[in-house]
């Protein structure tokens, strides 16, 4: 049929093709990562992205939550290939006896919500941050995202592709048009626009970096119904690849430029498919994620968070929170985490359960009252609610953006990344730092970064490598679970610091390739 279903991965049935999803993986080069299904746009040809899709249905069907008849929910990122993978995503439902609802190009979010009000499977084709020459699909459980047990089911599937349906390439020979979209982005709206003032941001002027974000219309639609004067920048008919964890340098030069040019209290943006934020203060400084997910936190007034190992500290240092947890780093370790603390604390299954990812993604796990007003849980990343509550908790405190992050203790993450590394090599050098006894490792890992950060005090491998030292300053490596990258994460007492140490370690890691 075409060159990732060759081999073992195909049997010959009456009238179709047997193929082992996890064949399929490994040939294709489509793998789950932390965040869904991705990989090169040219490996995900209709046959694998109809594979894929079959496979999660069977999945559903296996733990009762889906069954010829049920409506399945879908949409798409602003990507050049999302159209394509839409139309097979879709095919695959339909041969699977589902009732694909097209939600348009809209934010992952809001298709998610609707899903899960509507109790039904749903899935997003987007790569989020990735280049453009790569995508992904999202699955989404009726209540929630596909968890690491939902993704080794999925792996064990065998599904059929009719015979007649693709070409030698694997493209479908006649792929279904995209109907006219179920408006689900008028909830996404409501959402919000209930849960704070009409007025609640009144007096804020705030520019909206739209680029390529699938959301970016949305964001203006909603600033501008709580009050907001909204300058929309940057649009961009072409895919960019914005990553609110490595902010390209560029965009750290626009924003400044904007937030003088055009006087602004803030500069607010997302990744590709709008569950990520990307917000700047009055001076155009790009908050870190983990920082808004501090600050969301506690305008909401929760009692458990939960996050990655490799969110800021600050959130244990102040105090605000009754009780926090790490976790490994992906939204769906962070759901778990949240899981289990309604388990140990069902005190907590009322109200104030939440998390975030250092990416900024906030998840809701139990429904929140402020001044009143109710906002329901969306146990799935979002970016609308943290920079909305970042506004009006500063609006209403009649205070900068800034000054609202001066109330947390002094603590500052950096992060960035080396791009095409191979996955493998990382993999390979950070097992070696780990050989060996505690003293040991930490003769390996001074021998690596004595010039850079000193003496190690602490190893954590929760996810990836990170190294605390005596001085306090924080060097957390992992490879990205969704490219090949090696991705690294510091810390320090000053933003400038963190900032410099990154860049020296970063300096450090390149010479892993050239070795």
């Not at 963190?498 to 860049?503: D, P, R």
Request: with cysteine; aromatic share 6%; proline share 5%.
């Amino acid at each position: 049929m075409q060159s990732a279903l060759k081999g073992r991965s195909k049997e010959l049935v009456q009238g179709a093709s047997l193929v082992a999803i996890s064949d399929l993986m490994a040939q294709s080069g489509v793998a789950f990562g932390t965040s869904g299904a991705r990989g090169l746009v040219l490996a995900m040809t209709d046959a694998v992205c109809f594979a894929y899709t079959a496979a999660f249905l069977q999945h559903m069907a296996a733990v009762g939550e889906f069954a010829p008849g049920t409506p399945v929910a879908l949409a798409g990122d602003l990507r050049a290939s999302t159209p394509r993978i839409l139309a097979a995503c879709m095919a695959a439902i339909t041969a699977q006896g589902g009732q694909p609802i097209f939600c348009g190009f809209v934010p992952a979010p809001a298709v998610a919500l609707h899903a899960f009000t509507q109790g039904i499977p749903s899935l997003m084709v987007t790569g989020s941050h990735i280049p453009d020459d790569r995508n992904g699909i999202k699955f989404n459980r009726v209540a929630g995202e596909v968890l690491k047990p939902d993704e080794a089911g999925i792996r064990a599937q065998r599904v059929l592709l009719p015979d007649g349906l693709f070409d030698a390439k694997g493209a479908l020979l006649s792929p279904p048009s995209l109907p006219e979209p179920l408006d689900v982005t008028a909830a996404y709206v409501r959402r919000y626009t209930e849960f704070l003032r009409p007025a609640a941001l009144q007096g804020l002027r705030v520019g909206v970096y739209q680029h390529s974000a699938v959301g970016r219309d949305v964001l203006v639609t909603l600033l501008q119904a709580l009050g907001a004067e909204v300058l929309p920048l940057g649009r961009s008919a072409s895919f960019v690849p914005v990553d609110t964890e490595a902010v390209r340098a560029e965009d750290v030069l626009l924003a400044r430029q904007w937030a003088a040019q055009h006087q602004l209290d803030a500069i607010v943006s997302t990744d590709g498919d709008s569950d990520r934020p990307l917000m700047a203060d009055e001076h155009g400084e790009w908050l870190r994620g983990d920082v808004l997910g501090i600050l969301c936190a506690r305008y909401l007034g929760a009692q458990c968070v939960v996050t990655p190992v490799s969110s800021n500290t600050a959130l244990e240092k102040s105090g605000w929170f009754a009780r926090t947890s790490r976790t490994r780093i992906g939204s769906p370790y962070v759901i778990e985490g949240m899981q289990a603390a309604l388990v140990q604390s069902p005190s907590n299954s009322g109200s104030g359960v939440c998390g975030y990812e250092a990416n900024g993604g906030f998840l809701l796990a139990t429904p929140v009252v402020v001044a009143g007003r109710v906002l329901a849980a969306l146990p799935t990343r979002d970016a609308a609610l943290p920079m909305l509550a970042t506004l009006a908790s500063a609006r209403s405190q009649c205070c900068t953006v800034s000054a609202l992050q001066a109330t947390l203790p002094t603590c500052y993450t950096c992060s960035d990344r080396i791009q095409n590394f191979p996955t493998a090599l990382s993999q390979q050098h950070l097992a070696g730092l780990q050989k060996g006894t505690r003293q040991q490792q930490n003769a390996a890992l001074e021998a690596l970064f004595a010039a850079v950060s000193g003496a190690v005090s602490g190893v954590d491998t929760t996810d990836g490598l990170r190294v605390t030292f005596v001085n306090q300053e924080i060097i957390h490596l992992r490879p990205s679970g969704n490219a090949p990258e090696l991705r690294c994460y510091t810390e320090a007492a000053t933003l400038l610091r963190a900032g410099e140490i990154n860049k020296l370690a970063l300096a450090v890691l390149a010479s892993w390739r050239e070795a």
